[in-house]
């Protein structure tokens, strides 16, 4: 059994790759500031996957196990579901995304991006420790 077994490890692995995709999402947000009609927007919060299979959601679907597949038809190459999540104030020419709360957003995703790290490395760190010959 390797480290990459360990479903701690996995979680964290799984929760920095929603923060990763999730900075993605916002800077393409801060990217598209200026032009009209754009609707910023946001991930959803990652489920568990049994409560989902116990709601009956029906959100299960068909995923690319390979960069080398084909996307099916009207399905994104991300892992991760985005939403229309305009922000405070649309202007004028239909835009809705505001910098400064975007900008809180990536702050946020940032600092949880830290705890994860943090987390990481500790459990690494605690897992070198345990496997460490005694006495030395």
Not at 121 to 127: F, R
Request: proline share 4%; aromatic share 6%.
């Amino acid at each position: 059994m390797g480290f990459n077994d360990l479903p701690l490890l996995g979680q964290i692995k799984g929760r920095l790759s929603w923060l990763d995709e999730r900075q993605r999402v916002i800077a393409q947000n801060v990217a598209n500031a200026d032009t009209p009609g754009y609707v910023g927007r946001d991930l959803n919060q990652p489920t568990d996957f049994a409560a989902a299979l116990r709601a009956g959601t029906g959100d299960v679907r068909m995923t690319r196990t390979s960069a080398m597949h084909i996307a099916p038809a009207g399905q994104s190459t991300s892992r991760f579901d985005t939403t229309s999540a305009p922000d405070s104030e649309t202007t004028l020419d239909g835009n809705s995304v505001v910098v400064e709360e975007q900008m809180l957003k990536m702050a946020e995703s940032r600092m949880a991006y830290d705890a994860a790290i943090g987390f990481y490395q500790k459990s690494m760190a605690m897992l070198r420790m345990a496997a460490k010959v005694p006495g030395r």
